[in-house]
């Protein structure tokens, strides 16, 4: 079953704004991450949060996280056509075992213009 | 380049037919989780392996089982294929196999069942 979902499913910008994608999720995690992937390709790994951070930043990419609401974002600033691509969060459960397994949310489609 | 691989990339079969998918990690993980990628279920995970044992199971059918061998490249057996079967596969690897490992995705195996 899947724990995340993914808010909007799909988005659509010009080159150069930024873009905005939401997950919530159900139970209490370990850490979420969030990766990309391209058009039928494997998924690229782009940022981990851990449950006691609230906020990381890796280049163009700013993760949010808050546990209270049980929300995460990502954000992309000065978006590139480059970036076109699903983004999917993903959460590690807490209690799960700890063993890593990760559950994805169903994937935001990003659709950047030049 | 995640440093994961998987073989083949793409495999086509037959219904009741069997198939092997094969991953090697990258070097000096010990951790192998199994991802299936379909249109109406988005990306569930399958099973995970440490170090050669069976660490985690998810939604895994019966008819589908795995091993990790003692090089830690892991096999994924899928038998008795079904049409709803067809999906992108993927490998991941981690470290340990712990809460707070990133895991880096392989370009997964893209499976069609006719």
């Known amino acids: 079953s899947q724990q995340g979902e993914e808010d909007p499913q799909a988005l659509s910008i010009q080159e150069g704004e930024n873009a905005t994608m939401n997950c919530s999720y159900k139970?209490?995690?370990?850490?979420l991450q969030w990766y990309r992937q391209n058009s039928g390709r494997g998924l690229v790994h782009l940022i981990l949060?851990?449950?006691?951070?609230r906020e990381k930043h890796s280049g163009r990419l700013r993760v949010t996280l808050d546990t209270s609401k049980k929300s995460s974002s990502l954000l992309i600033t000065a978006s590139r056509a480059a970036d076109t691509a699903s983004y999917f969060c993903?959460?590690?459960?807490?209690?799960?075992?700890?063993?890593?397994?990760?559950?994805f949310g169903q994937g935001t489609t990003l659709q950047v213009k030049p | 380049d995640s440093g994961v691989t998987q073989t083949p990339k793409h495999l086509i079969t037959a219904t009741g037919q069997r198939v092997t998918l094969r991953c090697s990690p990258r070097s000096g993980d010990l951790s192998v989780y199994w991802y299936q990628q379909s249109l109406d279920q988005g990306l569930q995970f399958l099973i995970q392996y440490y170090n050669g044992e069976e660490r985690a199971k998810g939604n895994i059918l019966e008819r589908f089982s795995a091993q990790q061998f003692p090089d830690l490249h892991s096999e994924l057996n899928l038998s008795s294929l079904e049409l709803g079967d067809s999906a992108l596969y993927f490998c991941?690897?981690?470290?340990?196999?712990?809460?707070?490992?990133?895991?880096?995705f392989g370009p997964g195996t893209r499976l069609t069942v006719l």
């Open positions: 949060i851990r449950s006691n951070e």
């Open positions: 993903a959460t590690d459960q807490r209690g799960s075992g700890n063993t890593g397994k990760l559950i």
């Open positions: 991941a690897s981690s470290q340990s196999g712990s809460p707070h490992n990133e895991q880096f």
């Open positions: 139970t209490s995690i370990n850490n």
